[in-house]
């Protein structure tokens, strides 16, 4: 699948001016991404700017402090809102010990608050910054301390007010946080709801390619199947049924009978491995390619395999390479189920055609020794059918197959399948041939 991009470069030459709408459009999105948290940090900056040019002024109306220590405590009580956003805590932290401080240095009598209204205010800010935030331990050192510092407020009426008013404010921030975390989750619910509806749809999707593909086998059984078999019955009973057939034209016949057979034997294996695949569907690559990749990732499992692979691999036709994938992925996981920690020995030999004329075949050995001692073999119910699957599979195309015992406890999984040769023509046929 194509990317935008690709997608956009592949538009033509009568789209080049919404192509660089688009491409601007983009730009400005990716540019109020990056802008926007920083526009945050610059607005909470401004705001401590302003607090800090209004508390330091202001702070000799109503407290008495020695001058050079006026614009410590104004800073420490309005500057932290700077920092609102980057470190909540330790921001509302620096504002409360402002606060603390600023109650002994109260000099006006009528002044009804411990310090001045903007570090209210800078408290406030850091205060909501860090319910939203924080982690719940946080909020709630944060939410009882303040509702205490608000006890020192002048007056008994003014300092229950302030720790009411504490209260309800906490509360509606956490309200707040409780409904942004709700609506959060929502999201992601509806996320991992969308993500298992497409897994639903895609294994329907291939359930549906598997009913397909066996639709698919059967009619081509039944019509070509049938057809290739008429053709066989007809070229050899023709002989017989014409008169005056010479020597050559009876060979001619036998040659295209052969040719027939051959073909509906190969027919009758890609038919069988059809089957088989729709019966498992998988979008995993399966082949010969994809054989010691599978051993790889057997030893990465854990498990104690050693493999030999020899002969021409790129000489393994696509039929016998499904074969032979599908027999060392069910001899591999019968290993690992029924002798866990045995080591097993898997060896692939690719023969060419020898002097007694033996057509070119690949045998597959797996050779899965008994279980480790000590290891929890989970007994089986038996009644399995993978070898029956495995033979059905490699017989489909006039292989050979046997599963047997071992003396020594383990199982010996062998499947010797044939090759087309380089010509493309199944083996047993000869020269100049179609």
């Known amino acids: 699948m194509r990317s935008e991009d690709d997608r956009r470069t592949a538009e033509p030459d009568n789209a080049g001016p919404r192509t660089v709408e688009a491409h601007a459009r983009d730009r400005r999105a990716g540019l109020v991404g990056v802008l926007r948290p920083h526009a945050r940090d610059l607005a909470l900056v401004v705001l401590a700017l302003v607090f800090f040019a209004v508390a330091w002024p202001t702070y000799f109306i109503t407290h008495s402090a020695w001058t050079v220590l006026v614009p410590v405590i104004a800073a420490l009580g309005a500057l932290p809102v700077a920092a609102a956003r980057r470190s909540p805590f330790l921001a509302w932290g620096a504002v409360a010990i402002a606060c603390a401080v600023s109650v002994p240095l109260r000099a006006e009598s009528t002044f009804a608050l411990g310090w001045p209204v903007v570090f209210h205010l800078a408290l406030a800010v850091c205060l909501a910054a860090v319910i939203l935030v924080e982690r719940p331990v946080r909020v709630a050192v944060a939410v009882g301390v303040t509702i205490l510092l608000m006890a020192l407020n002048p007056g008994a009426e003014v300092s229950v007010g302030w720790m009411i008013g504490a209260a309800v404010f906490s509360a509606v921030v956490l309200l707040v946080r409780w409904l942004a975390v709700s609506r959060r989750q929502l999201e992601n619910s509806n996320l991992r709801l969308a993500r298992e509806s497409e897994r639903t749809l895609r294994q329907s999707e291939l359930r549906l390619l598997a009913e397909e593909r066996n639709h698919l086998a059967r009619d081509l059984h039944d019509v070509v199947a049938h057809q290739m078999s008429m053709i066989v019955v007809q070229s050899q009973s023709a ?50 390619a994809q054989i010691e990749p599978t051993l790889r990732a057997a030893r990465r499992s854990g498990v104690d395999i050693t493999w030999q692979l020899g002969g021409q691999m790129d000489t393994i036709d696509e039929t016998a390479g499904v074969v032979l994938h599908r027999v060392l992925q069910e001899s591999l996981a019968n290993a690992a189920r029924h002798a866990p920690g045995g080591l097993v020995v898997v060896t692939l030999a690719v023969s060419t055609v020898d002097a007694d004329g033996a057509p070119p075949a690949v045998t597959l050995e797996v050779d899965s020794g008994p279980a480790a001692p000590g290891a929890l073999v989970v007994p089986g119910e038996g009644g399995g059918s993978g070898i029956a699957g495995m033979s059905a599979r490699v017989r489909a195309v006039g292989g050979a197959f046997a599963a047997l015992p071992a003396s020594d406890g383990g199982f010996t999984v062998t499947a010797t399948v044939p090759l087309r040769d380089g010509t493309g023509r199944g083996p047993g046929r000869g020269p100049g041939r179609v």
């Open 239 to 288: 002989p017989y049924r014409l008169q005056g057939v010479t020597p050559a034209v009876h060979a001619e016949f036998d040659s295209i009978a052969e040719t027939a057979r051959a073909a509906l034997d190969e027919v009758r294996g890609l038919l069988g491995v059809l089957r088989t695949d729709a019966e498992n569907p998988t979008v995993e690559p399966v082949g010969v």
